[in-house]
Structure formats: structure tokens, C-alpha cells
């Protein structure tokens, strides 16, 4: 293996790329959004989501208490008490295959990308990142002053340097594997709610 | 091996579904272009990604050192292979080393380069696709036809009868999200059982270690998150240096892909999570050879987006399975030719040279200019077929002369308009096969270029756009 290694990087000295291999100094601002809030929420709707302003947490929990998934599912895990007190406490299970029965899940996002509708989410203060991932229904929470433009100006707020795992989700889960045909819902979340807050 | 063209011609037997194949990725080349019109720097973005990639590729060694530095600070294992074989062979030994049996895999089109799948369950693993279109694509025995959407050839009522066949589906039931749905049910279970992941990587960031994953499903997730056993494979081209660097190319790849502003699900990973094992293989595999070819190098700044699959005239009416390479279309042409020159000798012969795969990729390689190229060393290989080569001897011939060239025209112009069509119309003429003659005019062109400059006023009104005017 270490001769592979060597092998391989000593290979890659030789080549033909010529010109200029200097590194690009770059900055490509999305310059086409005038209002951030409206350009997520019209993404997020395009690409199956359901975006909500509310005013404070109090107007979320209302939000929430009256959104349909809520009130049907029956393993609730909640992050964000102030919201929801859940039912079912991801952090008290050992192993995340016992979490493969959660209906809906709602955790904080902690950016929210204008141009694409994408949310970011941290996954380190979770005990089992694949929750996000088994659960049927997602509810993100943002505040409103995190929503920002562009994925440059989106990185540039990322701080990397002690983060295990991290995930833009835009949208619940979804495919076109079947001649193109939109389906809501293949492994991941079956829909997405996001709420911003503020 | 039958041809390109051969193979070609058996699939638009069947019209209906050529054309319906040619609609289908027309219609996802449409949606890339209202998604790369709403970006207003979209010419810049593209210059940027191409920089980026030229300069992390003429330093690979020190990036791939520095990925790695990063990976193994996080606690993830890094592997080098140098060709299909070893990665094979590490994937294997990492496999049986934790007892794993099954394993839910996500898409790679590194682990189809270097038929992993079918090397794992020759040695008793049971490798199970979760990404839906490879699971059908897998349960049917095929192989991908895109590189995006590999079961863009399979219409719905297939899709139904396999799943009949293996999930126990309805008979007859052809409705995508019921058929979604089953698939659903089949492959969580497979998730929950699964011992191990194996997933490829769409970015590899050297500043952090960070190992980024684009998916619209969700089971690159799973198959990272849940067993106590992950393997991410990567060709050696996939590291590029910072962080920031992923907002040029996440802004690209999806709106090239498939017309999306971003996929559903953008993972970082940096190192495994707790209690997991989290192993990266970078592969070389013939990736430090195509750096090493001055006319071709660029044909590995690909980030593998399927843009010019989709756009391709060729692609979209002759479909992946006709191409004999792993990777079809314009970019698995000008892949496959480093890979084997006798053997896909007929690949830059599927194309029209019209540029269209160029334009629309997000980083620029020069596809179609690559594919003239490559014609060129199969000619100079010896490898065209010896009718092709008289008569490109014979273009030759007249081209360089002429006067031989006039007289040449001359007579085809005067002859076309007497002989009756079944002369150009039959089975012994292999141009006229496929194609019709056009109109000869009466005179050639030089006489009309002649007849034109003498001429003061400008018909055509040429002169007046090239000076700007309205």
C-alpha cells in the first residue's frame, strides 16, 4: 500500500497541463437576488419543500401544532423544545437503527442559501447524524437573519476547522430514476418544512 | 464487439422509444439551460471551475498529500491504488476484515470503471445498489446508459415488471411513486442490515479533509451513516484545494446535471462518525497517464455532471448501451480512448463534431475538439476501416489540387441532376444510407463568392451586422 502511494503521487508529478496553473483569485457574488427571503422560499417550493415565515418561536410552535405531518405522526424527536416537545429521544439510543421509525424529526439549520434553497445543518450536536436521513418528515428551523444569498457568501460563514459532518439540504427527498417522473420521497424525508424565524 | 453505428441502428429500430429516450434527455438539457441562465456569472463560474482544476491538477501530489494529512487527522483511513484491481482488492480485504456481507452501495461510476460489484460477489458479498435507478438497473442485469440517469432507457412498464419480479410488486403496476414507494420499503431494510457502505465522492477538499457527496435520495447518507463500516472511493482528479472552491463547482454541477439548483442532499464528511470506520481509496487507474497527454489532459477536469450525454444529437438517439465504454457520449469517448484505442476505435466516429457537448460543459474541456483529435490517432493507428480510409485518401487527393477539386465539383453537380437516385440510394453506398443528398446548386461556391464581392451593395446585409450595425 505505501508503495501504491508513492507510485501514484510520484505519476502525478509528470503532466501536461501547461499556461497558467496559477490558483484563481475569484469571487462570483450571485448578483440576480434583490429580496433573499423570497428567492429561498421560491426554491424550496420549487423543488418540493414548504417554507414559513413566523414571527417569533411561539408562532412556530403554532405552525407547527397545526401542520398535518405533526399531527399524524406518532414518533415525534424534537431538537428545539421551544417549538416541540417530541416523543421519541434520539440521544437516550444507543445505536441509530433504533431510530429507524421516526415520522418526523425537527432540528435547527443554521443557514439558509437564497439561490437554491439549500439549509445548513450541523450534524455534530446529534448523537446519530444518520437521523436525518431515517426520519419520514423533516422540519428545519432558521432564523431570519441567516438567510444569505449565495453558496460563496454560505461557505464563507461554514467554520470547518472542528466539524465532523455538516449537510445542505434543499428539498425532502426525492428521484426521477423512473422516466423522469418527480417522486417526493425515496430514502430520505418525505417532505421538508422550513421554518424562519424572525 | 459489435460497433457504435451497428448498435445504434438496432436501438432506433425501435422508433417510439428512440424518440421518447431523445425527449427525455432533451427535456432535462432545457431545464439545465433555464437553471444556467438564472445564474448571472454562470461564463464566469465556468472560467473559475476551469482554473481550479487545471491548477489543483498540475499540483495533484500535493493536494492528494494534504487531503490526506486532513482525512487522517479526522480519523478516516486513506488508501492509494494504483488500478482497478488493487482498489478492488483493498475494498475487498477492508470488507472481510469486519465480516461484512452485505453492503449498501451508493453511486460510483469509479466502482463501474473498475467492476467492483461484480469482483465483491464473485467473492460471496452481496453488494446491494441504493440509489434507485442503479438498484433497477442492477435487478434487471444491465448496465448504466447515463452516468446521471442510468435507467433513462427503461420505461415505467419495465421498471413495473422487474420490480414484479423481485419486490413483489402488483403485476401491471407502472405508477412511479407506487413503485418509488416499494422500492423504498426493499432498500430500508436493506439499509438497516447492511454491515458495511461503499459510496464514490463528488469533491475532496485538501484544506479540510472534508470528503463532499451530492445526492437527491438520501441513501448516500444512509449507507455513510448507518453501518459500522465505510468506504469512500475516489479517482485521484476529485481533490480540489479549498473549501470555497465547492461553491464554484456545487453551483455547476447540479444546474449542468440535471437542471437543479442544488441536489436534496450535499454531504460533508470529515472523518467517520463515532464508533465507525471510515476508509477513503484514491484511485489512479490510469488518471496520471491522461494528465500526461499535452492534446487530451483536459478530458480529466470532467466533474462527471452528464451535461453532455443529455446534449449530445448522437447520445440522445442512439442511448448509453450502444457506446461499448462504461461511460458514454462525448465525454466517455475522449475517456475511452486512453483507456483503449483499438477498442473504441468507432467511438469519436459517434459524433456530428457540432459542438454543443463543449458549450455546455460546466468546465470547459474541449469535448468536441478532443473527439477531431482522436480521430487522428486512429488514423494514424491504422484502425479505420479500409472503406472510410479510400475514401478520405480520395478527399485527400482531390483537396490538395485544385484544379481537380473544380472539376471534381463540376461533375458531381452536373452528374447529380441526371443519374436517378437509386444510384446514391442503395445498399452498396454506406453514405447514402442514412442520409439524403442536398439540393445542388447551379453554380459553386467560389463563382457565388465571386459573383458576391464584385457586387457593391451587400444582399444579405452581412457587412452591415459586422460593423455593428442595426
Redesign the interface.
Known amino acids: 500500500m505505501t508503495d501504491s502511494r508513492r507510485l501514484v503521487l510520484n505519476r502525478l508529478k509528470e503532466h501536461a497541463i501547461a499556461g497558467d496553473t496559477s490558483y484563481p483569485a475569484y469571487s462570483h457574488p450571485h448578483t440576480g437576488i434583490s429580496d433573499p427571503r423570497r428567492s429561498f422560499q421560491s426554491v424550496i417550493e420549487s423543488v418540493g419543500g414548504e417554507c414559513r415565515f413566523v414571527a417569533d418561536l411561539e408562532a412556530a410552535r403554532k405552525a407547527v401544532t397545526g401542520f398535518e405531518v405533526f399531527a399524524m405522526a406518532k414518533q415525534v424527536c424534537s431538537y428545539v423544545k421551544e417549538i416541540a416537545d417530541g416523543n421519541f429521544d434520539a440521544e437516550a439510543k444507543a445505536d441509530a437503527h433504533q431510530c429507524a421509525d421516526v415520522d418526523l424529526t425537527i432540528i435547527r439549520g443554521e443557514l439558509g442559501v437564497a439561490e437554491n434553497g439549500a439549509v445548513w445543518v450541523n450534524a455534530d450536536p446529534l448523537r446519530h447524524r444518520a437521523l436525518l436521513f431515517l426520519s419520514g418528515h423533516l422540519i428545519l428551523v432558521i432564523k431570519g437573519r441567516d438567510i444569505v444569498p449565495d453558496m460563496e457568501s454560505a461557505y464563507a460563514r461554514i467554520d470547518f476547522t472542528r466539524l465532523r459532518s455538516g449537510y445542505f439540504i434543499s428539498g425532502p427527498s426525492k428521484t426521477a430514476d423512473i422516466e423522469q417522473c418527480l417522486v417526493i420521497g425515496v430514502h430520505g424525508a418525505k417532505s421538508l418544512l422550513v421554518l424562519i424565524v424572525g | 464487439m459489435k460497433s457504435h453505428a451497428r448498435l445504434a441502428a438496432a436501438f432506433l429500430k425501435q422508433e417510439e422509444r428512440a424518440h421518447w429516450h431523445d425527449q427525455?434527455l432533451w427535456?432535462?438539457r432545457e431545464k439545465r439551460d433555464r437553471m444556467a441562465a438564472?445564474?448571472?456569472?454562470w461564463e464566469?463560474?465556468r472560467e473559475?471551475a476551469q482554473?481550479?482544476k487545471?491548477?489543483a491538477?498540475?499540483?495533484?501530489?500535493r493536494y492528494?498529500?494534504e487531503f490526506e494529512r486532513n482525512a487522517a487527522a479526522?480519523g478516516a483511513i486513506v488508501?492509494?491504488?494504483?488500478d482497478a484491481a488493487?482498489h478492488n482488492h483493498?475494498v475487498l480485504e477492508l470488507l472481510k476484515g469486519r465480516n461484512a456481507r452485505l453492503v449498501a452501495k451508493s453511486k460510483s461510476m469509479l466502482s463501474e470503471e473498475c467492476g467492483l460489484n461484480e469482483f465483491l460477489e464473485r467473492n460471496g458479498i452481496e453488494v446491494v445498489e441504493?440509489?434507485?435507478?442503479e438498484r433497477?438497473i442492477q435487478l434487471a442485469g444491465e448496465r448504466p446508459s447515463h452516468i446521471v440517469?442510468?435507467?433513462?432507457h427503461i420505461?415505467?412498464e419495465e421498471?413495473g415488471d422487474i420490480f414484479h419480479e423481485h419486490l413483489g410488486t402488483e403485476k401491471g403496476e407502472s405508477d412511479?411513486?407506487r413503485?418509488?414507494?416499494a422500492?423504498?420499503t426493499h432498500?430500508?431494510e436493506k439499509?438497516?442490515a447492511a454491515e458495511a457502505g461503499i459510496s464514490g465522492v463528488n469533491f475532496a477538499v485538501a484544506?479540510?479533509g472534508?470528503v463532499v457527496i451530492c445526492t437527491?435520495?438520501?441513501?448516500a447518507?444512509?449507507g455513510n451513516?448507518?453501518p459500522d463500516l465505510y468506504i469512500a472511493v475516489m479517482g485521484?482528479e476529485k481533490v480540489i484545494?479549498k473549501?470555497?472552491d465547492?461553491?464554484?463547482f456545487?453551483?455547476l454541477l447540479s444546474r449542468s446535471a440535471?437542471g437543479?439548483?442544488?441536489?436534496?442532499?450535499?454531504?460533508?464528511?470529515?472523518?467517520p462518525?463515532p464508533g465507525q470506520e471510515m476508509h477513503i481509496v484514491?484511485v489512479?487507474n490510469g488518471r496520471?497517464e491522461i494528465?500526461?497527454?499535452?492534446q487530451f489532459?483536459k478530458a480529466a477536469f470532467c466533474i462527471r455532471c452528464g451535461a453532455c450525454l443529455n446534449t449530445c444529437p448522437v447520445y440522445r438517439r442512439s442511448c448509453g448501451h450502444s457506446y461499448n465504454f462504461v461511460i458514454p457520449g462525448p465525454i466517455g469517448t475522449i475517456l475511452a480512448m486512453h483507456r483503449d484505442l483499438k477498442k473504441y476505435k468507432d467511438m469519436p466516429y459517434a459524433s456530428t463534431l457540432c459542438g454543443s457537448c463543449t458549450a455546455v460543459c460546466p468546465v470547459m474541456i474541449d469535448i468536441h475538439r478532443q473527439i477531431v483529435l482522436w480521430r487522428n490517432e486512429v488514423v494514424k493507428a491504422g484502425y479505420l476501416g479500409r472503406a472510410k480510409l479510400a475514401a478520405l485518401k480520395t478527399a485527400t487527393l482531390g483537396m490538395k489540387r485544385t484544379r481537380l477539386f473544380r472539376m471534381g465539383g463540376w461533375t458531381v453537380r452536373k452528374l447529380l441532376r441526371i443519374l436517378p437516385p437509386f444510384v446514391l440510394d442503395n445498399r452498396l453506398t454506406i453514405w447514402g444510407k442514412f442520409r439524403d443528398l442536398p439540393k445542388m446548386p447551379a453554380q459553386s461556391f467560389r463563382a457565388q463568392y465571386r459573383a458576391y464581392s464584385r457586387r457593391k451593395t451587400d444582399p444579405l446585409g452581412l457587412g452591415a451586422n459586422r460593423e455593428g450595425r442595426p
Not at chain 2, 57 to 61: F, I, K, S
Not at chain 2, 130 to 133: I, K
Not at chain 2, 261 to 266: H, L, N, Q, R, V
Open positions: 427525455a427535456y432535462v438564472s445564474v448571472p456569472d464566469a463560474l473559475t482554473a481550479i487545471r491548477h491538477l498540475a499540483n495533484l501530489p492528494l498529500e479526522r488508501h492509494y491504488a494504483l488493487e483493498i441504493t440509489d434507485l435507478a433497477i440517469l442510468p435507467s433513462i420505461r415505467k421498471v412511479p411513486t413503485l418509488t414507494r422500492a423504498r432498500l430500508r439499509f438497516l484544506e479540510t472534508a437527491n435520495e438520501g441513501n447518507d444512509l451513516s448507518l485521484v484545494p473549501t470555497k465547492l461553491s464554484v456545487l453551483r440535471t437543479q439548483p442544488i441536489s436534496a442532499y450535499t454531504s460533508h464528511l470529515l472523518g462518525r484514491i489512479d496520471s494528465l500526461r497527454r499535452e489532459h
